[in-house]
């Protein structure tokens, strides 16, 4: 299994050295949460660092990639491959090198799922909102990340859609039903 050391070996010969900088701050931010929802911090960690492992291969790499690997998706995914199937493609490309719940905390990290693990949520929630993100929004979902979890979610998921939508971009399936699960009863 890939430890943190062999994790920054990883990254640093495939990432620029912003995207390294942005993957260091979303690890210690899922550090950070994990602890405070009783996520494990080592998978935290290593699933922070590892998140964008595949997020600078071109569109034509990333589809390439999913095909070789098997990953599914839709017209959406492709037509923003690089942005979308980022985290699929390096759970794949990583799996039998990380534990299971770290490749699915990295494949989840981008646009969220129904059924969502602890650790899932703080990877996902520590890329939205690690202190490098400065945006409308933002600030209100680090405030309830503090004391809840599900809360913090259903902002996070609410933000994103709302951006996507007014952007005239789709959404994923899979983004949908995380906003939905996140937002009943509400």
């Not at 080592?42 to 071109?58: K, W």
């Not at 980022?86 to 990583?94: K, R, S």
């Amino acid at each position: 299994m890939i430890e943190p050391e062999e994790a920054e070996r990883l990254i640093a010969a495939r990432l620029s050295e912003k995207r390294r900088a942005h993957v260091r701050r979303v690890a210690a931010e899922a550090v950070v949460l994990a602890r405070r929802f009783g996520a494990s911090e080592s998978e935290a960690e290593l699933a922070g660092l590892l998140h964008d492992y595949c997020r600078e291969l071109s569109d034509e790499e990333m589809l390439a990639a999913a095909a070789r690997y098997g990953v599914a998706y839709g017209a959406v995914e492709a037509r923003r491959p690089r942005h979308i199937l980022h985290g699929p493609v390096a759970a794949a490309e990583l799996a039998g090198r990380v534990p299971p719940s770290v490749a699915q905390a990295i494949a989840r990290h981008t646009v969220g799922a129904s059924g969502m693990s602890v650790l899932d949520r703080c990877v996902y929630l520590a890329d939205f909102l690690e202190p490098g993100r400065d945006f409308a929004g933002v600030e209100e979902v680090r405030v309830l990340a503090r004391t809840s979890l599900d809360d913090a979610i259903a902002a996070a998921s609410r933000l994103t859609l709302l951006d996507l939508v007014g952007r005239g971009r789709g959404v994923v399936p899979a983004a949908l039903e995380m906003y939905n699960e996140s937002h009943a009863g509400r």
